[in-house]
């Protein structure tokens, strides 16, 4: 149990709801301090094209705590201490910062933010050395700004510390008389930083200010009718290159592949409790002390939310055999049991098996230990796996236990499911893999065609969707994000927050379920399926470098190595889908990880990849004999540099306040530029006969005196008259086009995000429909159109009606529009994307838009099987702009699984979705039955489960332990061959005021989630 500081308790505290509808409760009272007070729109930006202001907040972040660091302001000034000057740091930062391979992007960064820089002076650089600069970095660990007395970037003990761990090696046959005498084998080259002060370095560098340090939850009740980097802290080393040569010295004989194993094991496990010093135990239980950038001081406990990794580093963590009996770090769920998914006993199982650290679990460890080391038992024996075996563990003990088992800590929690590499790359990529293998047996043309679509499907966004290789079915140089974007295209996926959400996410795990036994079951036996010829070449390759890594394998006592003198297979044999693995298993575990720990990018193992291919960038830098030291100096000295150009930034915005040439609180940007002047009357003139611009001047003024009298929705039914289009006199009789408008948005989670709408790459948009079951026999919350031009003209309207005298820039949108398929069913409770066609000549297909009234881009995937059609819409130039046919896809299916936001906007419940709550609400009575029949069902607990039901005991015959043949079954079964390896395990191996009235009570709100430092 977490020991807390004695204090005088405090009377819980509640916030008033926001515009939104969000609380926040506070259980230890009134905070001190809250960073959301001086929170600007820019501060949620994620676009690129969003230019965020550090300085928009009309008051600095330290304003109510009045004149005790009135001076903080006048401290921040330009640094470039330890460089002699600042043009020298502008060029160290920049080689720091950037990538090895020197490219046109890089060269226009060293002219932008070193040469062109306004303090820049070639002076600076008479006598420059790169090396002697580069050392002043490593001179001093702690540096002062010059001139200023605020804290410095790094403390002296954030540096790296180079040790070495020592870890007891047990041998087979070989006693001793404790464990503590056992010969011990020196791991070294381990760079580590103390986490306690890892955590004070986070505190103390610029984005601290954003940190909450105060826990509360927040709740969501919606109004009727309405990244910094993180931190390094070690570099583990792997067993060194003598290990051998130790054994035999030591005990006369080479360690056997499974001491070697449990070698591994201990040394992670040993590098963890060099990380859990005393000092860190101690602010564990009694917290530390800090004074934080409020100059308070405060007291602060670390704490462990999360373990991020992929299956692997899970097992070494948890101490859990690889791909066992019991493979799940987080239950003791069996093998055998897991095609189960999502049924009502896979979900009270994970409950009633869950893994708990107890002192029974501690005394079979430490019993199975005395054994290896004291008795000399072999590591294999048949009694330590009928101790362990039941429950998959192994004789290492874990530094999480042994320091913080005393304090309440049960380390078995901290292993979240892993997006990136359990489903992204492993059930997902498992899954298409097996559908390309029935596309080659299908035969003919399928996976032609099947590329071909790919290649069809058009991009979306700056990154979500890109363009898709010519060739998918080949599956090379494929990342998690390839993966991805196939499954948005092709299969439906969500991720929420809301505890409701959550309970649908819950209902769709156990759909899940249901579809991959049937299709186990009933689809994969028709299909006569092999390997895939990259899957064949990889094989033979892998056998091929097997054959020769045993024939070179010096002969062991204990496990000599396997003759391998059989010639690679020509023909594979079948392949089945194997749903019986851990990667499956964990879909389970989403939802109660999500309340548990928060969304699943909290947890995903993404950010640590991208920080490996960071720390990797830095290889080609450093001496290749001693390249872990010299990437753990890089890495300190890009940190440094990193705040000291914050540090820079904040100094120079104190003293510029130009604004951004986008704000994100402005809903689109559309550039006021005159260079592409359309004469109308020789551009109607030029293209008369085009269907397009039938009728395009007077529709036209009928949209913008729709707009001049307050009415825009009304453009469409306004009946005009020639004289009230009089009134509405175009500017020189020309409009202006544009290329690209820029659409800003609420995402579903309070972010402002943006759309780029280009009528060339990215021309589909979605507005409000205002359609309701009074006005329409199947009301819809959208429309849908195509953007043909981006306009801008100089208007001026007149007579009685005239709001204004002068001219008026108004911006609009010329589009062609989409109609929904009435005769396909779609939606949630069908299962089925929504289906839209462009509208025939006959339906006015052409029409005019506010910017104004655009929700979002849309991403339509073309519905290849129903091919092209000439019947909507005669040729038109004007109504295909870059196409080069005169036919269309007969029908598009609308993606609303393209991002999270996209997906909660068909959902409905979209916290952020404030402005088209309303009209999206109709899609909460589109459920599946399931979700109808659960809603407010409890959680199911292992008290519902009966005594046939039981994990232990049966179903687990047969079932292997750790073998190569074992790794094969991760991702699919295989018959009368054995494949020694896939893809998959390639990929493992690498690897305000005081409390106010509100509407409702809190406990009537949906929990949004928790937040506690």
């Known amino acids: 149990m977490d020991l807390q500081p004695v204090a005088k308790p405090r ?172 010969p011990k084998y020196e791991v070294k080259g381990l760079f580590y930083r103390p986490p306690l002060e890892v955590v004070k370095a986070a505190l103390s560098e610029p984005g601290a200010e954003k940190f909450h340090t105060t826990p509360f939850k927040s709740y969501w009740k919606p109004a009727p009718h309405e990244p910094e980097e993180p931190h390094h802290v070690a570099y583990i080393p792997k067993l060194g290159s003598d290990i051998q040569e130790f054994y035999l010295k030591t005990f006369g004989e080479l360690a056997t592949t499974e001491t070697l194993t449990h070698l591994r094991r201990e040394l992670m496990q040993a590098v963890w409790l060099l990380l859990l010093d005393d000092e860190f135990v101690h602010a564990y239980v009694h917290g530390f002390e800090m004074e934080l950038f409020d100059e308070l001081l405060s007291l602060l406990f670390p704490r462990f939310l999360a373990h991020s990794a992929d299956y692997p580093e899970k097992v070494l963590m948890s101490g859990i055999k690889y791909l066992s009996d019991c493979p799940c770090p987080r239950c003791t769920t069996l093998k055998n049991n897991i095609p189960r998914l999502g049924t009502m006993r896979d979900l009270c199982n994970r409950e009633r098996l869950m893994r708990i650290d107890n002192e029974h679990r501690q005394f079979d460890i430490e019993m199975v230990r005395k054994w290896l080391y004291v008795d000399g038992k072999n590591i294999t ?91 998918v079915s ?33 209902n769709s795990t156990t759909r899940l379920g249901e579809v991959l036994r049937k299709f186990q079951s009933d689809v994969c036996p028709a299909y006569n399926t092999k390997d895939l010829p990259s899957e064949e070449t990889a094989r033979v390759r892998r056998q091929a470098a097997h054959a020769k890594k045993t024939a070179t394998r010096p002969t062991k006592k204990a496990t000599p190595p396997e003759s391998n003198t059989s010639k690679p297979k020509k023909r594979s044999k079948r392949r089945n889908l194997n749903i019986a693995t851990y990667k499956v298993h964990s879909l389970g575990g989403y939802v109660r990880s999500i309340r548990e720990h928060g969304t699943t990018d909290n947890t995903s193992s993404q950010t640590g990849e991208l920080e490996h291919r960071r720390v990797k960038r830095f290889y080609p830098r450093v001496h290749k004999g001693k390249h872990v030291a010299g990437i753990a100096t890089q890495v300190h000295h890009e940190r440094l540099l990193h705040n000291l150009n914050e540090q820079n930034k904040k100094a120079q915005t104190q003293a510029s306040e130009a604004l951004p040439p986008t704000p994100p609180e402005q809903h689109h940007h559309i550039s006021e530029e005159t260079r592409h002047k359309v004469p109308l009357a020789g551009w109607l003139g030029e293209n008369e006969e085009d269907p397009a611009l039938k009728n395009f001047l007077p529709r036209l003024k009928d949209h913008l005196l729709a707009r001049l009298l307050g009415n825009p929705e009304a453009s469409e039914e306004l009946k005009c008259t020639p004289a009230d289009r009089a009134t509405v006199i175009i500017n020189k009789n020309r409009i202006f086009r544009h290329r690209v408008m820029r659409v800003n948005y609420t995402t579903y989670d309070l972010r402002r995000d943006q759309d780029s709408i280009n009528p060339r790459t990215h021309p589909d948009i979605m507005v409000l429909s205002g359609e309701t079951e009074e006005n329409s026999e199947e009301p819809h919350p959208y429309w849908y159109a195509r953007v043909i031009g981006i306009f801008h003209a100089q208007v001026l309207h007149v007579g009685p009606q005239s709001k204004s005298s002068g001219l008026q820039h108004m911006e609009f949108l010329f589009v062609r529009w989409f109609g929904r398929d009435l005769n396909y069913s779609a939606g949630w409770k069908s299962k089925k994307l929504h289906r839209i066609g462009f509208m025939g000549e006959n339906n006015s297909p052409f029409g005019f838009l506010d910017p104004g009234q655009v929700v979002r881009g849309v991403h339509l995937i073309p519905a290849f099987a129903h091919g092209h059609t000439r019947n909507i819409l005669g040729p038109s130039k004007i109504g295909r702009p870059f196409s080069l046919t005169d036919d269309d896809w007969q029908y598009f299916y609308v993606n609303k699984f393209v991002d999270r936001d996209m997906a909660m906007r068909y959902r409905g419940g979209g916290v952020g979705h404030k402005s088209t709550r309303e009209a999206t609400d109709f899609f909460k009575t589109d459920r599946d039955p399931l979700d109808i029949k659960r809603r407010g069902r409890k959680q199911p607990s292992g008290d519902e489960i009966d005594e046939g039901d039981s994990d232990e005991g049966d179903g687990d015959e047969g079932e292997g332990d750790t073998d190569e043949d074992d790794e094969d079954e991760m991702e699919y079964g295989s018959e009368e061959e054995e494949n020694d390896d896939d893809d998959d395990d390639d990929e493992a191996e690498e690897e305000g005021d005081d409390n106010e009235e509100r509407d409702g009570p809190i406990e009537d709100m949906e929990l949004l989630g928790y937040a506690e430092f």
């Open 11 to 182: 009377e819980p505290f509640s916030t008033p709801p926001d515009s939104y509808g969000i609380i926040r409760k506070y259980t230890y009272g009134k905070p001190s301090f809250t960073p959301d007070e001086f929170y600007t729109v820019s501060d949620a930006a994620n676009s690129p094209n969003m230019v965020v202001n550090p300085s928009s907040a009309t008051r600095k972040w330290f304003s109510p705590f009045g004149s005790s660091i009135e001076n903080i302001e006048a401290s921040v000034t330009l640094s470039y201490a330890p460089f002699p000057n600042i043009s020298i740091f502008r060029l160290m930062s920049w080689y720091y910062n950037a990538s090895n391979t020197k490219s046109l992007g890089e060269l226009n960064k060293l002219v932008s933010e070193v040469i062109l820089a306004k303090d820049f002076q070639p002076d600076h650089f008479i006598g420059f050395n790169a090396s002697k600069e580069s050392k002043r970095l490593g001179a001093e660990r702690s540096i002062p700004p010059a001139t200023s007395t605020t804290s410095p970037p790094f403390s002296v003990k954030d540096g790296w510390i180079e040790t070495s761990v020592f870890i007891s090696c047990p041998c087979d046959g070989v006693r001793h008389s404790s464990e503590a005498i056992a």
């Open 381 to 471: 024996s048949v009694h330590i796996d009928r101790v362990l075996g039941p429950k998959s563990l192994v004789p290492t003990r874990n530094a999480f236990s042994f320091r913080l088992f005393e304090h309440g800590f049960n380390f078995y929690r901290l292993f979240a499911p892993d997006l990136l590499h359990e489903f992204e790359l492993g059930v997902w990529k498992a899954i298409f893999i097996h559908l390309l293998r029935m596309a080659y047996a299908q035969g003919d043309d399928t996976i032609m065609k099947l590329n071909a679509r790919f290649r069809q499907v058009p991009t979306f966004g700056r990154d979500t969707i890109r363009r898709f290789t010519a060739n």
């Open 474 to 506: 080949g599956l090379k140089k494929l990342a998690a994000r390839d993966f991805e974007d196939i499954l948005q295209v092709r299969l439906e996926v969500r991720a929420c927050i809301p505890s409701t959400t959550l309970n649908d996410l819950e």
